[in-house]
C-alpha cells in the first residue's frame, strides 16, 4: 500500500462511515490500495424495496458503488480534490440474496488532467457471481495530477 | 416489486410511499401531476454525501423508484401485475444536488410486455436552483418484467 492509502485506510476509512448518508444506509470501509477500495453495505430490512419477497431496492446498491469508485478515485488521485460525478452505469446482474452484506470493490483505471475513470462490482460472498457491475467517470475542477499518472 | 396495494395507492392523487422500506428512509411522498407521476424527497441531513451536497447515490436511488413506480402505474388494470426490476441504469449528474427538496419524475420510451425503456429527470424548485428546466440528473433505466403464469424457461427444467 502507499503511504497515502495507509492514511486512508487510517483516517479517512472510518469518516466513509460517517458521511451522513452513508451511514444511515449502513455503508462500512473494508480495505484500500493504492487506487480502489473495499466497501460493505449489511443487510438492513430497511434496504428492501418489497419487504413481501426480501428484495433489496437497487438504490442502496448504487449508492454503495458511487462512494466505493468515488473513493477509488480520490486514491488514485492522491489527494482528497472536490470532484463531481459526471456518469455512473449500474448492471444488476442479479438480486443479492435476501439478507446478504454486499461487498463493492471499486478501482480507478485511468486518471487524466480532470477525469477519472472507475469501474467496480458488488457482490453478495463470491465475486465471481457478481450481483452488480458498474463503470462511470468523476470530473476534478483542478489540474493536479498525482505521480505516475499521465495527462 | 409488485404490490397491488402500491399500484392501488398510486392511482390516488398524492400520498407516501411507506410501503416501500427504501422510499420511507428516503421520507418519499408522490403527486399526480397531469399524466405525470411526481416522487417528492425532502431535504434532511442524512442524505448529505459531502458536505451541503446530496449524495449522488440518493439522488439516483430518487431516478430509479421514479422509474420503477411510473412503470408499475402504467400497467393495466385488472391484470396480475408483473415484479419489474431494473437492469440496467445510467446516471448523468449535471448539477449539485444542493441541501433542499429534490422533485423527479420519469416517462416511459417503449412500454413493451418484458421490456420497459424509461428516462427519469430529478430537479429542485427551491429559489435559485433553476426547477424543471435545470435538473440535477437524469437516468435511462431498462426494466425487466417477470410475469406471474408466464415463467417459459429456455430450457426444459431438469
Given at each position: 500500500?502507499?503511504?497515502?492509502?495507509?492514511?486512508?485506510?487510517?483516517?479517512?476509512?472510518?469518516?466513509?462511515?460517517?458521511?451522513?448518508?452513508?451511514?444511515?444506509?449502513?455503508?462500512?470501509?473494508?480495505?484500500?490500495?493504492?487506487?480502489?477500495?473495499?466497501?460493505?453495505?449489511?443487510?438492513?430490512?430497511?434496504?428492501?424495496?418489497?419487504?413481501?419477497?426480501?428484495?433489496?431496492?437497487?438504490?442502496?446498491?448504487?449508492?454503495?458503488m458511487?462512494?466505493a469508485?468515488?473513493?477509488?478515485?480520490?486514491?488514485?488521485?492522491?489527494?482528497?480534490?472536490?470532484?463531481?460525478?459526471?456518469?455512473?452505469?449500474?448492471d444488476?446482474v442479479?438480486?443479492?440474496?435476501?439478507?446478504?452484506?454486499?461487498t463493492a470493490r471499486g478501482?480507478?483505471?485511468?486518471?487524466?488532467?480532470?477525469?477519472?475513470?472507475?469501474r467496480g462490482l458488488a457482490h453478495?460472498?463470491?465475486p465471481?457471481?457478481p450481483i452488480a457491475h458498474v463503470?462511470?467517470?468523476?470530473?476534478?475542477?483542478?489540474?493536479?495530477?498525482?505521480?505516475?499518472?499521465?495527462? | 416489486?409488485?404490490?397491488?396495494?402500491?399500484?392501488?395507492?398510486?392511482?390516488?392523487?398524492?400520498?407516501?410511499?411507506?410501503?416501500?422500506?427504501?422510499?420511507?428512509?428516503?421520507?418519499?411522498?408522490?403527486?399526480?401531476?397531469?399524466?405525470?407521476?411526481?416522487?417528492?424527497?425532502?431535504?434532511?441531513?442524512?442524505?448529505?454525501?459531502?458536505?451541503?451536497?446530496?449524495?449522488?447515490?440518493?439522488?439516483?436511488?430518487?431516478?430509479?423508484?421514479?422509474?420503477?413506480?411510473?412503470?408499475?402505474?402504467?400497467?393495466?388494470?385488472?391484470?396480475?401485475?408483473?415484479?419489474?426490476?431494473?437492469?440496467?441504469?445510467?446516471?448523468?449528474?449535471?448539477?449539485?444536488?444542493?441541501?433542499?427538496?429534490?422533485?423527479?419524475?420519469?416517462?416511459?420510451?417503449?412500454?413493451?410486455?418484458?421490456?420497459?425503456?424509461?428516462?427519469?429527470?430529478?430537479?429542485?424548485?427551491?429559489?435559485?436552483?433553476?426547477?424543471?428546466?435545470?435538473?440535477?440528473?437524469?437516468?435511462?433505466?431498462?426494466?425487466?418484467?417477470?410475469?406471474?403464469?408466464?415463467?417459459?424457461?429456455?430450457?426444459?427444467?431438469?
Amino acid at each position: 500500500m502507499t503511504s497515502f492509502a495507509d492514511q486512508v485506510g487510517q483516517f479517512m476509512g472510518p469518516f466513509i462511515g460517517r458521511v451522513p448518508h452513508n451511514k444511515r444506509l449502513g455503508l462500512r470501509f473494508i480495505t484500500a490500495g493504492d487506487r480502489w477500495v473495499e466497501l460493505q453495505l449489511p443487510f438492513a430490512p430497511q434496504l428492501l424495496v418489497d419487504p413481501d419477497h426480501g428484495i433489496w431496492a437497487s438504490g442502496p446498491i448504487f449508492t454503495l458503488m458511487d462512494t466505493a469508485v468515488g473513493m477509488a478515485s480520490m486514491l488514485a488521485r492522491g489527494a482528497f480534490e472536490p470532484h463531481a460525478t459526471l456518469d455512473l452505469r449500474t448492471d444488476y446482474v442479479r438480486s443479492p440474496r435476501a439478507e446478504a452484506t454486499v461487498t463493492a470493490r471499486g478501482e480507478c483505471y485511468r486518471m487524466t488532467r480532470q477525469i477519472a475513470f472507475v469501474r467496480g462490482l458488488a457482490h453478495d460472498g463470491d465475486p465471481a457471481d457478481p450481483i452488480a457491475h458498474v463503470a462511470g467517470t468523476f470530473m476534478f475542477a483542478a489540474s493536479k495530477l498525482a505521480p505516475g499518472w499521465q495527462g | 416489486m409488485t404490490s397491488p396495494i402500491l399500484a392501488a395507492a398510486l392511482k390516488g392523487p398524492a400520498g407516501r410511499l411507506d410501503m416501500l422500506p427504501y422510499a420511507a428512509l428516503l421520507d418519499l411522498s408522490f403527486e399526480r401531476v397531469g399524466e405525470e407521476l411526481h416522487l417528492i424527497m425532502p431535504f434532511d441531513e442524512t442524505l448529505i454525501g459531502s458536505p451541503g451536497r446530496l449524495h449522488g447515490g440518493a439522488i439516483a436511488g430518487l431516478l430509479e423508484l421514479a422509474g420503477l413506480l411510473t412503470v408499475i402505474a402504467a400497467q393495466p388494470e385488472g391484470e396480475a401485475l408483473p415484479r419489474v426490476r431494473p437492469v440496467t441504469v445510467t446516471v448523468d449528474y449535471m448539477r449539485e444536488g444542493a441541501a433542499t427538496a429534490s422533485r423527479a419524475t420519469a416517462s416511459i420510451t417503449r412500454l413493451g410486455r418484458r421490456v420497459v425503456n424509461v428516462q427519469a429527470q430529478v430537479w429542485q424548485e427551491s429559489e435559485g436552483r433553476g426547477g424543471r428546466d435545470k435538473p440535477i440528473a437524469a437516468a435511462h433505466i431498462n426494466f425487466v418484467l417477470d410475469w406471474p403464469q408466464m415463467a417459459e424457461p429456455l430450457e426444459p427444467a431438469p
